[in-house]
């Protein structure tokens, strides 16, 4: 859709009301999976509701999770429970399809934004100059008192920026700290798996992910469930 415009997703005001998406926040991790699903029909605006990393290669679920910053066994579960509830779809060559994207993007041209970019400096000026003449008229200890308190408000316009973007930096590193789990020893991934009966090598496990630096692992024993259901298909590449 690179034609000049912008484009946006609109959610209606019940969207998290709608009987589908309601159903998903109840399930296990289903908030995680309508976020990613959101994130999606993000990435698909500019390709009309289609997502492809290339012409020759769709995207897995690995780079998914990569796309859009969401651990891949939420991915894994994501994907699976999207297609379930119609939500998305994926054809022959492997391209995702996500059918409502459509009926939900909204646009506006570049003239659009520049016109109204224009009224509101023009609406602003005119603002600028009432005060400027206002205040020349006024005495000039009034002048004075003036400049003194535009001078405060920039002051304290700039301690308000300033404390905003240490908020967001402590954010962000909240963010980090929470999205990776702390490594479990091999002793407690030998104690799950045993509790479950699932003959899933813990050694092998902590190894593997290990050497991975356990990146988008947020919760070690969901990841030790996605290795049971591959286990049980016999699927090798974990």
């Known amino acids: ?12 005001r019940d ?6 998406i309601h159903i998903l926040n109840g399930m296990e991790y289903g ?3 309508v976020l990613f699903y959101i994130k999606l029909m993000l990435e698909s605006i ?3 509701g289609e997502l492809r990393f290339s012409e020759r290669l769709p995207y897995s679920n690995s780079m998914l999770a990569n796309l859009t910053d969401t651990p891949e066994s939420i991915v894994d ?8 509830f119609k939500l998305i779809e994926i054809d022959e060559n492997g391209t995702i399809i996500i059918p409502k994207v459509m009926e939900m993007i909204d646009s506006a041209s570049d003239t659009d934004e520049a016109r109204r970019s224009r009224r509101y400096r023009e609406r602003k000026k005119a ?19 003036v400049t003194e308190d535009v001078t405060e408000r920039h002051e304290s316009i700039e301690i308000r920026d300033k404390r905003l973007e240490i908020r967001d930096k402590s954010i962000e590193r909240e963010s980090n700290t929470l999205s990776h789990c702390k490594p479990p020893t ?16 813990a050694q092998r496990f902590v190894d593997y992910y290990t050497a991975r630096g356990w990146k ?14 591959k286990e049980d298909r016999k699927d090798i590449d974990l």
């Open 31 to 33: 908030r995680e999976v």
């Open 127 to 145: 603002e600028r100059d009432e005060n400027v003449t206002e205040v020349t008229n006024e005495r000039d200890g009034n002048v004075t008192s």
């Open 186 to 201: 091999v002793e407690e991934v030998y104690l799950y798996c045993e509790g479950r009966h699932n003959g899933i090598d």
């Open 46 to 48: 500019d390709h009309e």
């Open 77 to 84: 579960t994501s994907m699976e429970v999207l297609q379930d």
């Open 15 to 20: 969207f998290f009301k709608r009987h589908d």
């Open 216 to 229: 988008n692992i947020t919760d070690w024993k969901a990841q030790i469930r996605v290795w049971e259901s």
């Open 1 to 12: 859709m690179s034609d000049g415009k912008y484009y946006w997703l609109k959610l209606k």
